[in-house]
């Protein structure tokens, strides 16, 4: 007789497998893990030099959110595109849809241990900070969470469409810089959108991982008022659903030959 199978319990056995390859692969856990914990305080003297006052910023309020969008893009994007195009090229994903296992959980499974990983490291994060940076509590702590776990879902359908255009894991540090690159540089990580020119800084809410570091930044400050809040919860919205619908009609289950 055989035993009949939920997408719930296929979800957890292939998560359950891909945390168990995620502690074997040394490398993955070191840019995984590591990589985001260390970067976000080399940034101190960086920060330290801003005039981050006059934004209405501290340093704890630059650092703790420019830790955030770090774990979400080397902990979870960058990480899992390395993962979804090695699993592609071992034929893993290609014996996976053999089995009972549809698409989207193929996708969501894989991706399961790495989002665990990188809400783990916000978490730490926002710990380490709250002790070392004089951080106070979020007075929005709504915004903050909702801003997290849209990254972390758009994060994550992000690396399965930087995944179809990967041809190999090596290939993998080169196609994930586009995004890593502008995201720390106009999204708000390294420098806070408040610091921007105005016009400037509307353009670059429109990017990808805008919405989330200024959701993330406004549940720790308050000063988010609801038209900015529903702003940016309808450009990461629409950016996550643009993304959901190119894996779809993109992503590769073959090998790129």
């Not at 801003?50 to 893009?73: H, K, N, T, Y």
Request: proline share 5%; aromatic share 6%.
């Amino acid at each position: 007789m055989s035993m009949v199978t939920t997408p719930a319990s296929r979800l957890n056995a292939l998560a359950r497998a891909e945390f168990t390859l995620l502690g074997r692969s040394k490398a993955t856990l070191v840019a995984a893990v590591l990589v985001p914990l260390a970067l976000p305080f080399s940034l101190r003297s960086v920060v330290d030099d801003m005039d981050v006052q006059e934004a209405g910023l501290s340093v704890g309020l630059v650092l703790l959110p420019a830790a955030i969008g770090f774990a979400l893009l080397f902990g979870v994007y960058g990480a899992l595109v390395g993962i979804y195009t090695s699993r592609r090229e071992e034929l893993v994903l290609k014996r996976l849809r053999t089995g009972e296992l549809r698409d989207v959980e193929i996708l969501v499974g894989t991706a399961l241990p790495m989002g665990a990983t990188g809400l783990t490291q916000c978490l730490v994060l926002v710990a380490a900070s709250t002790a070392l940076l004089d951080v106070p509590a979020p007075r929005a702590p709504h915004l903050a969470v909702l801003g997290l776990l849209l990254g972390l879902v758009m994060c994550a359908a992000l690396a399965a469409v930087t995944a179809a255009v990967t041809r190999t894991v090596e290939s993998a540090q080169v196609t994930t810089l586009p995004f890593v690159v502008i995201s720390m540089a106009l999204s708000g990580v390294t420098v806070p959108l408040e610091m921007l020119p105005d016009t400037f800084a509307s353009v670059c809410e429109l990017l990808p991982l805008s919405p989330v570091m200024t959701l993330v930044r406004g549940g720790w400050t308050g000063t988010l008022s609801t038209y900015e809040a529903l702003g940016a919860l309808a450009t990461a919205l629409a950016w996550t659903v643009l993304a959901v619908f190119a894996v779809q009609r993109w992503f590769r289950w073959e090998p790129r030959r």
